[in-house]
């Protein structure tokens, strides 16, 4: 049928370079074993250190919707570490976050992060600068000896289990 009226003139317009307009996945697999590999080197690179980087202390999530539950913040409050019995200056050293912005608003979370910041102490493994000349922090031969470094998560944070009552049946 023929065109009736003033209309369009039907002309297609298919030379749009369409492949300039897409996103291709055709790199994944690529991608997949170029991260793989820097994850390995980064490994080797901050070995025996743990590979998931710097302990976090627990806090509450912000909002009355999320403040039931706790999540890695950004660091340690100078109150915790030093309940903790650490200085801040050996903090950083030894693989502790450190803020300096924080406040402990309330002594429960206080004493969560002191008893955190106790345990990963008890744990470290603190090598000597020089093997012969070990100094008073630093851990002995055979515990350097059975050193791995660790690949998962650091000290992992639970969920708190809230303790309710039961309703009342009578």
């Not at 003033?6 to 030379?15: E, L, R, T, W, Y």
């Not at 004493?111 to 100094?135: D, G, H, M």
């Amino acid at each position: 049928m023929a065109p009736k009226r003033n209309g369009v003139i039907p002309n297609a317009h298919f030379k749009k370079h369409w492949e300039c307009y897409v996103k291709t996945w055709f790199d994944q697999p690529g991608r997949k074993k170029r991260r793989r590999r820097k994850r390995l080197e980064k490994a080797a690179k901050v070995a025996p250190r743990p590979v998931a980087g710097l302990l976090r202390p627990v806090v509450r999530c912000p909002t009355f919707k999320y403040n039931t539950k706790v999540r890695a913040g950004r660091g340690f409050t100078f109150e915790e570490l030093k309940g903790a019995g650490i200085s801040r200056k050996l903090a950083s050293k030894i693989g502790i976050a450190v803020d300096h912005r924080r406040r402990n608003r309330s002594l429960e979370s206080l004493e969560i992060n002191t008893q955190r910041l106790k345990e990963y102490k008890s744990k470290l493994i603190l090598f000597p600068r020089k093997i012969n000349k070990p100094k008073k922090g630093d851990s002995d031969a055979e515990a350097i000896k059975m050193a791995k470094q660790l690949t998962g998560v650091l000290l992992p944070i639970k969920q708190p289990v809230a303790q309710s009552t039961p309703p009342d049946q009578s």
